[in-house]
């Protein structure tokens, strides 16, 4: 007998079943351009006031020597805010016809006993814990008038009055910290005081929001101290010699008192010196003024 043998098939080898996995494409994050407008020049001075040019390093640490820029905290407070618009763009108060709209709607709200309008003028408020507001400021012929304005919304939101009196106490100068170490301000401002007897108790110095100060400060739109913009409306520059002409004016009037002498008196002038803030930390008002929450601006996803 004759065995046959049947060939083998050969055996392809077992294929090896491979899941899938889509590759991950790694895209690094957009980057922002952002442009700023050039620098007008500024036109020749006309008073005395502008002599003195204004800082634009807002808090600079070489200036004041303190340590504003801690940890690299300043640029963090600015980087969160995120626009590829200039500058000048950004804040609702430069923005078409938003100013001669605010006076206008400020101008309603005054009565006679406010006096004759002479200006306004968009610039930073500063309260007792050095935190900046953007107010719209009113100057008329015997007060000034802080207005808390809604830019986006077109809203008076709140007016506070100070008379004038030749007889308060007027200071022009540069800010000056002896104690504080983070935030500093430098440049310009106005500090107005009309009662000195008022001294701050422990909780009102302590308390951000106390408004039993008799003294309140002025300075430059920040636009202006960061040098976006030269605006004479934005500036603490143009604002200074319109008021101590209305104290000039105020001042001549006053009758001199009867038996004195008719010489006349000495033309009143602010006194030109150093702004000493009492400020212990200022961290406070580091996060809040280096991040502008104090001022009407565009944020990215929700404007305030």
């Not at 003028?121 to 050095?130: A, G, M």
């Not at 300075?219 to 976006?228: A, M």
């Not at 702004?275 to 929700?302: E, P």
Request: with cysteine.
């Amino acid at each position: 007998m004759s065995s046959e043998t049947k060939p083998r098939d050969e055996e392809a080898p077992p294929t090896r079943k491979t899941q899938f996995q889509p590759t991950r494409e790694t895209q690094s994050p957009p980057t922002l351009e952002t442009s700023s407008s050039p620098t007008p020049h500024e036109n020749p001075a006309e008073s005395s006031y502008k002599v003195a040019t204004e800082e634009i390093a807002l808090g600079s640490a070489e200036a004041s020597g303190g340590v504003s820029n801690l940890w690299g905290l300043s640029e963090k407070l600015d980087s969160w805010q995120v626009s590829s618009l200039p500058q000048d763009k950004v804040y609702f108060a430069l923005q078409g016809n938003v100013f001669e709209a605010a006076l206008s709607a400020i101008k309603a709200h005054l009565d006679a006993s406010d006096g004759t309008v002479r200006g306004g003028w968009i610039l930073t408020e500063v309260d007792h814990w050095d935190i900046e507001r953007e107010r719209i400021v009113v100057l008329t012929d015997c007060k000034i008038i802080s207005v808390k304005y809604d830019f986006i919304h077109g809203l008076v939101e709140e007016m506070k009055r100070i008379s004038l009196n030749p007889a308060y106490d007027y200071t022009y100068g540069d800010f000056k910290y002896p104690n504080t170490y983070f935030y500093t301000r430098t440049g310009k401002g106005l500090r107005l005081e009309w009662d000195k007897s008022v001294q701050l108790g422990f909780f009102d110095r302590w308390n951000p929001m106390s408004n039993k100060c008799a003294y309140t400060m002025f300075c430059s739109h920040i636009l202006v101290r960061k040098g976006f913009v030269q605006e004479p409306h934005l500036s603490i520059v143009n604002f200074m010699p319109e008021v101590e002409k209305v104290l000039q004016e105020m001042q001549a009037k006053t009758q001199p008192p009867e038996g004195a002498s008719n010489t006349s008196p000495i033309p009143f002038e602010i006194k030109k010196a150093d702004i000493v803030l009492d400020t212990r930390l200022g961290l406070s008002a580091m996060v809040h003024n280096q991040s502008s929450l104090g001022f009407s601006k565009k944020r990215g996803v929700v404007d305030w």
